[in-house]
T-cell receptor, first 107, second 114 residues
Framework: RKEVEQDPGPFNVPEGATVAFNCTYS??????FFWYRQDCRKEPKLLMS???SGNEDGRFTAQLNRASQYISLLIRDSKLSDSATYLC????????FGAGTRLTVKP | NAGVTQTPKFRILKIGQSMTLQCTQD?????MYWYRQDPGMGLKLIYY???????DKGEVPNGYNVSRSTTEDFPLRLELAAPSQTSVYFC?????????????FGPGTRLTVL
């Protein structure tokens, strides 16, 4: 089993749609959780950290379920500019990345 | 404030050649990382460092070496390059709070081994 697994995608959605990404992790001792965004041929950049209580940043909502070892990212009212690959990242003694889920938002 | 810088941006190597990928950060971060990303795949951790003089292996360390003589620099050495090392290499750093901090990435080095 991979340490961090994500929905394989790709997701192709129209503008304005709501889309959800899921991620599971295998190390129950993991301490930190993030969603990163990676545009084509660019470096990953932090989208948001994920806290146990859940957190929201504008149209983006992240949730963590430690018991199920599961993280989610919800994007509401999708924009064309949201098109990217979304990476789930889990940290313990080091950081482990999921393979990413590609999102394409179409007009 | 330049953040994390990497050189070179692109490189083509022949099988068996060696090279060093340079990484420098100017944020006084303790933690530094080297990743590789193969086409259509996620990032795989090669090596990481929790401070000057301390390095440790990640998921895919074979064929690579690192050193951390200063806080700022974390070079990655490829000895005897192989086609399987064709990839994009990213260097990253996190702040003094350690693993729980945001990772800041350099722009990457695209390496092709022929």
């Amino acid at each position: 089993r991979k340490e961090v697994e994500q929905d394989p995608g790709p997701f192709n959605v129209p503008e304005g749609a709501t889309v959800a990404f899921n991620c599971t992790y295998s190390n129950s001792a993991s301490q930190s959780f993030f969603w990163y965004r990676q545009d084509c041929r660019k470096e990953p950049k932090l989208l948001m950290s994920v806290y146990s209580s859940g957190n929201e940043d504008g149209r983006f909502t992240a949730q963590l379920n430690r018991a199920s070892q599961y993280i989610s990212l919800l994007i509401r009212d999708s924009k064309l500019s949201d098109s990217a690959t979304y990476l789930c990242v889990v940290g313990h003694n080091d950081m482990r990345f999921g393979a990413g889920t590609r999102l394409t938002v179409k007009p | 404030n330049a953040g994390v810088t990497q050189t070179p941006k692109f490189r083509i190597l022949k099988i068996g050649q060696s090279m060093t990928l340079q990484c420098t950060q100017d944020m006084n971060h303790n933690y530094m990382y080297w990743y590789r990303q193969d086409p259509g795949m996620g990032l795989k951790l090669i090596y990481y460092s929790v401070g000057a003089g301390i390095t440790d292996k990640g998921e895919v360390p074979n064929g690579y070496n690192v050193s951390r003589s200063t806080t700022e620099d974390f070079p990655l050495r490829l000895e005897l390059a192989a086609p399987s090392q064709t990839s994009v290499y990213f260097c990253a750093s996190t702040g003094t709070s350690g693993i729980a901090d945001t990772q800041y990435f350099g722009p990457g080095t695209r390496l092709t081994v022929l």
